[in-house]
């Protein structure tokens, strides 16, 4: 059989092919402005769940402040003798630990400058001045309430401060006492979102815990 040749097509150039480096196709304007908008919807998405998981942590934190403060007074009750409390002001992150001082001590005296000298009064006001802490609750978390209870050593000690152990801007005092008891109390706590927990003192042990809110327990409206 006769062999059939095919005559060579000339001047048919083939297609460059892309080489491994640099061939990739660019992007179109359209392909970028795509991309960037699905960036914005999901940090649209991812904002809100940030913003609520920062501020569930600076109300456990704050909670967890006022907790350690808690302890810290009753230690400082035990070691001293002397009865400590706290007081916070309501509608801010403001709050404070400090030695519960009685009239008998006649700071109240000293301090409208109707004591001669320098007495116990004057000892007095600078011993509490020295253990006085004051702390702040973290940005954006406020004190929204309490809830304590009377007991026979807290009316005692309110009749003999004259009826009345209120002092403007600042909560009823809890107090914790020299034997490791304190006054049972809640105090509630709220973020800028509106989300209240509470630490619950249970005055038999003087042992503080966080827990969510209790209706029953009253203090927030």
Known sequence: M????????????????????????????????LVLAILVVLVGLGTPAVYNSLQGHRLT????????????????????????????????GNFAVAPFV?????????????SQGIGVSSIVVDSVEAETI???????????????????R??????????DMNISGWSRPILFYPDGTAADATVFLRGQGGTITSIKLRG????????????????VD
């Open 2 to 33: 006769a062999l059939i040749r095919i005559p060579a097509i000339r001047g048919i150039r083939h297609a460059p092919q892309p080489s491994a480096v640099g061939g990739r196709r660019a992007f179109t304007l359209l392909e970028l402005l």
């Open 61 to 92: 934190v704050s909670a967890e402040q006022v907790q350690t403060s808690f302890m810290q007074a009753r230690v400082e009750a035990m070691e001293s003798g002397r009865i400590r409390m706290f007081r916070f002001q309501q509608e801010t």
């Open 102 to 114: 009685r009239s008998s001590d006649e700071l109240e005296n000293n301090m409208a400058g109707t």
């Open 134 to 152: 004051n702390g702040m609750l973290e940005e954006g978390v406020v004190f929204a309430g309490d809830n304590v209870e009377a007991d026979i």
């Open 154 to 163: 807290s009316y005692t000690l309110e009749q003999e401060q004259g009826g």
């Open 204 to 219: 038999l042990t003087g042992i503080a815990r966080i827990q969510d809110p209790d209706l029953e327990d009253g203090g």
